[in-house]
């Protein structure tokens, strides 16, 4: 990885950056996971699971992004603009075992600005009619620890089923979905602003 890790005791490493190794690795993972929390002590937190379809990008040497597809909850986008708290999670399933954890600060960049436009050039084309939004991720802290505990399984393919979910739906039907179940968190802080 370089000479830019420093040890965090045990088998742990952080990083001063994302080098083009930790960069190539993180984009060939087929899943992720991104946890956020509400600031509210009582406020529920979320962890979702995110399929990888050349749908992560390393944007910058500290900068990350994802896309965002439409889903029954909006917690990450909530969550993140209500204080910006953010880890996307990887781990490897096969090959040697590794967990890397990119901490930092999201932003939602809705589908309808310049901004989402931009970014989308990272994608490889794959930003689809469910895609809401990008979620972009200033990263302050960029570590890994061994995964000896994670199991390794064998990845036969992704879903297609969001895909076929929103091209029936159409542009028209997914605007209208966000609008029914996207407006507001399950904590009941602004969701998509539609």
């Not at 060939?28 to 979320?46: C, H, I, R, S, Y």
């Not at 379809?53 to 390393?58: K, P």
């Not at 809401?132 to 994670?150: F, H, K, P, Q, T």
């Amino acid at each position: 990885m370089g000479e830019n890790w420093h040890h965090n005791g045990g088998v742990g490493k952080s990083f001063d950056d994302i080098d083009d190794r930790l960069a190539e690795w993180l984009v060939e993972q087929p899943v992720f996971f991104v946890a956020t929390a509400p600031l509210a002590a009582d406020g529920l937190l979320n962890c979702s699971p995110k399929g990888n379809r050349d749908e992560f990008a390393v944007v910058g040497p500290r900068t990350v992004a994802y896309l965002d597809q439409t889903g029954s909850g909006v917690e990450t986008i909530a969550h993140v603009k209500e204080n910006g708290r953010v880890v996307v999670m990887f781990c490897a399933f096969a090959g040697p075992p590794r967990i890397v954890r990119l901490h930092g600060v999201g932003r939602h960049v809705g589908r309808d600005t310049p901004a989402f436009k931009r970014l989308a050039s990272h994608f490889n084309g794959a930003a689809g009619v469910g895609v809401r939004s990008i979620i972009l991720v200033e990263v302050n802290r960029i570590s890994d620890s061994c995964g000896y505990g994670v199991p390794l399984m064998t990845f036969d393919d992704h879903r297609p089923t969001m895909d076929q979910w929103a091209n029936r739906k159409g542009p028209a039907g997914i605007r209208d979905y966000w609008a029914e179940k996207n407006r507001r968190s399950i904590d009941d802080l602004e969701g998509l602003d539609l």
